[in-house]
T-cell receptor, first 112, second 115 residues
């Protein structure tokens, strides 16, 4: 099993550009989520999904869109990148409520 | 709202010694989970240990153990026989058992191991 796979590992965008961060898991996990990690602030939840076709907002959803058309994939879309979105992004998944999160290796995004 | 506080931004310990990382949290829930995650320079988030609030017994995983004080809302991590590979950022995290799916993280403690 590959676990949770995020692509790309690094990305540089100009302000106003759009892009999609990819996340895939091969563990048949129902729950998937996106976090961002900023210095001195820990990880904060952006969006999450409890199953295919179901998504919901987390703590910091503005500027991001998600969809969940399959159990395996949970892409994160930046519609119009801003310098405030410079961060490290983590995708994570888990099976049931009693299970811990499994994290991908992160994507470092820089918006200039 | 739930909050998680790690009051030690940095800690250091001599190799083979024991170190304790502090974590306190605030919640009105009675059923929840607590976690410690390790983030080495590779950036990967690795689960170290978890604790269910309904369990009075403190969780242990090899050299890692916790001191869970529910009434005090305290969840410290003890690392025994520290090794160079333990050097990392350590994050404490909280999640309620029901309802809200959000995992709330503390701001982390950077642990340095002194050879």
């Amino acid at each position: 099993n590959a676990g949770v796979t995020q692509t790309p590992k690094f990305q540089v965008l100009k302000t106003g550009q759009s892009m999609t961060l990819q996340c895939a898991q091969d563990m048949n996990h129902e729950y998937m989520s996106w976090y961002r990690q900023d210095p001195g602030m820990g990880l904060r939840l952006i969006h999450y999904s409890v199953g295919a076709g179901i998504t919901d907002q987390g703590e910091v959803p503005n500027g991001y869109n998600v969809s969940r058309s399959t159990t395996e994939d949970f892409p994160l879309r930046l519609l119009s990148a801003a310098p405030s979105q410079t961060s490290v992004y983590f995708c994570a998944s888990r099976q049931g409520k009693n299970s811990p999160l499994h994290f991908g290796n992160g994507t470092r995004l820089t918006v200039t | 709202a739930q909050t998680v506080t790690q009051s030690q931004p940095e800690m250091s310990v001599q190799e083979a010694e024991t170190v304790t990382l502090s974590c306190t949290y605030d919640t009105s829930e009675s059923d929840y989970y607590l976690f410690w995650y390790k983030q080495p320079p590779s950036r990967q988030m690795i689960l170290v240990i978890r604790q269910e609030a309904y369990k009075q017994q403190n969780a242990t995983e090899n050299r890692f153990s916790v001191n869970f004080q529910k009434a005090a809302k305290s969840f410290s991590l003890k690392i025994s026989d520290s090794q160079l590979g333990d050097a990392a950022m350590y994050f404490c995290a909280y999640r309620p058992q029901f309802g809200n799916e959000k995992l709330t993280f503390g701001t982390g403690t950077r642990l340095t191991i002194i050879p």
